[in-house]
């Protein structure tokens, strides 16, 4: 049974950085594509960013380019994503993405 499972979420000030980890299990995602979404309260869920199955692409949505890192390590079938400069707009749950799979989410509430 697969599983993406997310953490490192939390309250943060502006300004402030998080990273959020994404654990895969139930199978090797090495040759996937892994990637970042958000959705904030009362709002439709966005992409954030992705991360080919190498590691040596990555697109980030226009809001968080220049702030936010994705990376991956195909060893512990996880991916990461460095926030930095939060941002009261970064507020949301921020869900993994792996072909059709999707974790549960971890809270990101920036605030001061």
């Known amino acids: 049974q697969v599983q993406l499972v997310e953490s490192g979420g939390g309250l943060v000030q502006p300004g402030g950085s998080l990273r959020l980890s994404c654990a895969a299990s139930?199978?090797?995602?090495?040759?996937?594509?892994m990637g970042w979404f958000r959705q904030a309260p009362g709002k439709e869920r966005e992409f954030v960013a992705v991360?080919?199955?190498?590691?040596?692409?990555?697109q980030y949505a226009d809001s968080v380019k220049g702030r936010f890192t994705i990376s991956r390590d195909n060893a512990k079938n996880t991916v990461y994503l460095r926030m930095n400069s939060l941002k009261f707009e970064d507020t949301a749950v921020y869900y993994c993405?792996?072909?059709?799979?999707w974790g549960k989410g971890t809270l990101v509430t920036v605030s001061s």
């Open positions: 991360i080919n199955w190498s590691g040596g692409s990555t």
């Open positions: 139930g199978r090797t995602f090495s040759s996937y594509a």
């Open positions: 993405n792996v072909d059709v799979n």
